[in-house]
């Protein structure tokens, strides 16, 4: 049974060092704890043991090599009891105690002089421990949480969910969550690193609100503070409950009635053969986060819901309401990508990657896609300005390779392209290519948006040759989503609609000295704005317009719904966006299609 959970249990998330936590015990003090994960030479060793009258015990923590002898081992593991009760008895001027550590088994012979090294002595079959009279079994790999925190701030009406989750040797976990009744309590502050044991907690002073990876606190919590159970399990095998409590106390949540009033048409997820498709910018910490951000491009915004803890909050709440088939996000942090948005999304079924853009920055592009509907069969990302001389480009090349004013400002730009394949479950025949991108953003730059565009939409048809290569029959369906940057009627939107763009188009001269000349784009797609041109969906203090888009294959789908955008008067509320009700600069945008 041992080996056969060490061998199912390995799908559990970790990042930090195997050795860097020993497990919090709390339920399971007759039980030694052991961690060792295979081909790893180190275990380690925990238990509970109480040498103080009328107290609950002291927690114990060996780290060792497998190899070491079970002679020292024991002689190490009592030295460490030793030293501590020792300690204590000379503040009470007691007389030095013995400590005494036995091993034994009730299952099959056993003999100490015969166990030769501590591996040999924790793997025996049914081995037990006798520490000055207290018997300990003796477990390995039990389902184990090591680290958990409660996402904050904590609004009511808004999603909260475990955060930085690290458990080991588990399937599954069970999550509890409990509201503070008391208000004396309420406003003491929790250490963030303080590790809280079950057992101190009064079941009396809590209650019990719910169960799930998500909740949603309501408006009668606000005030109280919030406290998470996680219990990780592995098939039948339940480990020890940790629990923690949230730092700050829960907040009245901000209005989102017009994001909620969107959410009306997307109560339900769609079942084949529609597809619902959703498009995101999310506005990236580092550019939100700044002194340039908080005076100059969002003065209007208060600092606190310009702090990505607070905006992540609103971004999850609609990333989870909308109830989208596939979600295209540009400029994802990698760090809210990691600790916010993976974990909430797969946690309900979806599937997802994050493709860093180029250059230093640590932010990028995210496809999220249900695992119900859909199955990976390829993702790749592309970053433009590094491929911008391979062979599939050259009709590009050839014709800007002399200009260089526009190849200096090409490859500094770190654009890239996200291009994953899905193949649909409930019709294996049908496919779907995704491409997820965010363009350049100059206003000057129009040439280069076009640039940028034909490359992505090049990388897109070679993908498809690549299905229909592998699979001839197939019915292959096209979207690019993103962040355009470009505005109707400009190039992009044209040349993406209507297939063909000329050498004598206007965008070709939009900044001086870098002139596209001689070049006409052409590509073969069929391809429609699933959500038209909304007038706005970029809203701020200095610009306001349409700048995205989920571009769609007209020959594979139509548009069945289009979800509503926020009302102007909604947008101008509270000046512009990101405001206390709006987590981005941009809104996002959906679209309900249906294959053809």
């Not at 809104?587 to 294959?595: F, R």
């Given at each position: 049974m041992l080996n056969l959970l060490q061998k199912n249990c390995r799908c559990s998330v970790t990042l930090r060092n195997y050795f860097a936590t020993y497990p919090v015990i709390a339920r399971m003090q007759?039980?030694?704890?052991?961690?060792?994960?295979?081909?790893?030479?180190?275990?380690?060793?925990?238990?509970?043991?109480?040498?103080?009258?009328?107290?609950?015990?002291?927690?114990f923590n060996l780290c060792r090599e497998l190899e070491e002898s079970s002679v020292q081992f024991v002689q190490r593991l009592q030295t460490n009891v030793s030293k501590v009760i020792t300690k204590h008895?000379?503040?009470?001027?007691?007389?030095?105690?013995?400590?005494?550590?036995?091993?034994?088994s009730d299952k099959d012979r056993f003999v100490f002089e015969d166990i030769e090294t501590a591996k040999d002595l924790i793997y025996f079959p049914g081995i037990k421990m006798n520490l000055n009279g207290t018997d300990y079994d003796l477990v390995i790999n039990p389902p184990l949480v090591e680290e958990v925190k409660i996402a904050e701030p904590i609004l009511s009406t808004t999603f909260v969910y475990p955060f930085k989750l690290q458990a080991k040797f588990t399937d599954s976990q069970k999550f509890e969550w409990f509201v503070s009744k008391e208000p004396r309590e309420k406003n003491r502050i929790v250490s963030e690193s303080k590790k809280i044991r079950t057992e101190s907690l009064s079941e009396s002073d809590w209650k019990k609100r719910g169960e799930g990876f998500l909740f949603v606190p309501e408006t009668e919590d606000i005030g109280g503070r919030l406290r998470l159970d996680v219990t990780p399990m592995c098939q039948e095998v339940t480990g020890d409950t940790t629990t923690a409590l949230s730092t700050t106390l829960v907040e009245a949540g901000p209005d989102a009635s017009a994001t909620m009033s969107r959410q009306l048409w997307t109560r339900e997820f769609r079942k084949h053969p529609y597809v619902r498709v959703m498009s995101y910018n999310i506005l990236a910490d580092l550019y939100a986060d700044s002194d340039f951000s908080r005076t100059e491009l969002f003065p209007h915004c208060p600092p606190f819901a310009l702090e990505f803890q607070y905006r992540v909050r609103l971004i999850v709440n609609e990333l989870v309401n909308f109830k989208a088939d596939v979600i295209c996000i540009q400029e994802n942090d990698r760090k809210v990508f990691n600790y916010d948005l993976y974990p909430v999304l797969t946690h309900l079924g979806y599937e997802g990657e994050f493709n860093k853009k180029g250059g230093k920055v640590d932010e990028g592009l995210s496809v999220f896609f249900r695992k119900d509907r859909f199955v990976k069969l390829e993702s790749k990302g592309v970053v433009l300005s590094e491929n911008l001389q391979e062979p599939r480009f050259s009709h590009i090349w050839e014709k800007i390779k002399t200009n260089e004013a526009l190849v200096e400002r090409m490859v500094k730009r770190t654009t890239a392209i996200h291009v994953v394949t899905l193949q649909s479950k409930d019709d294996p025949s049908k496919f779907l290519v995704v491409g997820n991108t965010h363009l350049y953003y100059k206003p000057d730059a129009d040439h280069v948006r076009l640039l940028q565009v034909d490359m992505c939409l090049t990388e897109l048809q070679l993908q498809r040759k690549e299905i229909l290569k592998r699979y001839p029959d197939a019915q292959i369906g096209i979207l690019l989503c993103g962040d355009f940057n470009s505005t109707p009627p400009f190039g992009v939107l044209k040349y993406c609609t209507e297939g063909k763009i000329e050498a004598d188009y206007p965008d070709w001269s939009s900044s001086p000295g870098e002139e596209v000349k001689e070049l006409t784009l052409q590509h073969s797609f069929s391809l429609g704005s699933a959500c038209g041109t909304p007038k706005y969906t970029n809203y701020t203090l200095g610009f306001k317009d349409c700048l995205d888009y989920i571009f769609y294959d007209k020959s594979a789908f139509y548009v069945e719904q289009v979800i509503p955008m926020p009302t102007e008067e909604e947008l101008a509320l509270n000046a512009a966006l990101p405001n206390v009700s709006f987590p981005s600069d941009h809104?996002?945008?959906?679209?309900?299609?249906?294959?053809l």
């Open positions: 007759n039980k030694v704890i052991i961690k060792h994960e295979e081909n790893d030479s180190r275990f380690t060793f925990s238990f509970i043991y109480s040498f103080k009258n009328n107290s609950p015990g002291r927690q008895h000379k503040k009470k001027k007691d007389e030095d105690q013995k400590v005494c550590a036995r091993f034994y809104i996002s945008i959906l679209a309900d299609l249906k294959w």
